[in-house]
Each structure stands twice: as structure tokens, then as C-alpha cells.
Nanobody, 114 residues
């Protein structure tokens, strides 16, 4: 079965940086996009960034200029470099992968203190 596992979450002070990583395993054919979403307490899950198989990236306005998404097609991983973190970035971050179907990781907690 297909599995996505996130890592790299943690506690950081405002202005700091974290790097999230997501690794895919299992039988996977024709990966299209890989991306990141986040969900803060009491809020809906929201789009953060996505990157296509051709390395085209799209970002939410709230993270443009601060976050950078990247992927390694051979390793089947997607990373999210998060700089200049703000308390509003606090959320559970979820990895998403699309093929002919859609897959989600279990999430990793990111907490930014003021």
C-alpha cells in the first residue's frame, strides 16, 4: 500500500526556520503533483504549496517569499523549507501526493512561538 511519512516538524521561535520532508513508499505509478497543506486548530485545512513533476511550484500568498518547496523525483520525496516563521504558521502540516488517486500523510506539528 502507498504511504506518505512527514518529518521535520517541531517548536521554533518566530523568525526561525524549519525544513519539512515527506517520503513516499509503496507501489506508485505516475506521480503528478506533490504538495503541502496545513490545518490550524479550529480552522479548515488550507493550501500551502505544490510542485509538479516538471518542478513548477505554486504557493499560497501567505507564504510567498518565505517558503520554498522542492522535490526529488528519484527519491520520491518533497520538502518544504520554511523561513521567517510566524506564529500564524502554527499548524499541523500534511503532505499530499496525486497520481490517479490522492494520498495524504498523517501530518507533522509545527509550532511557532512569539
Amino acid at each position: 500500500q502507498v504511504q506518505l511519512v512527514e518529518s521535520g516538524g517541531g517548536l521554533v521561535q518566530a523568525g526561525g526556520s524549519l525544513r519539512l520532508s515527506c517520503a513516499a513508499s509503496g507501489t506508485i505509478f505516475s506521480i503528478n503533483s506533490m504538495g503541502w497543506y496545513r490545518q490550524a486548530p479550529g480552522k479548515q485545512r488550507e493550501f500551502v504549496a505544490t510542485i509538479s513533476s516538471g518542478q513548477r511550484a505554486v504557493y499560497a500568498d501567505s507564504v510567498k517569499g518565505r517558503f520554498t518547496i522542492s522535490r526529488d523525483n528519484a527519491k520520491r520525496t518533497v520538502d518544504l523549507q520554511m523561513n521567517s516563521l510566524k506564529p500564524d504558521d502554527t499548524a499541523v502540516y500534511y503532505c499530499r501526493m496525486t497520481t490517479r488517486d490522492e494520498y495524504w500523510g498523517q501530518g507533522t506539528q509545527v509550532t511557532v512561538s512569539s
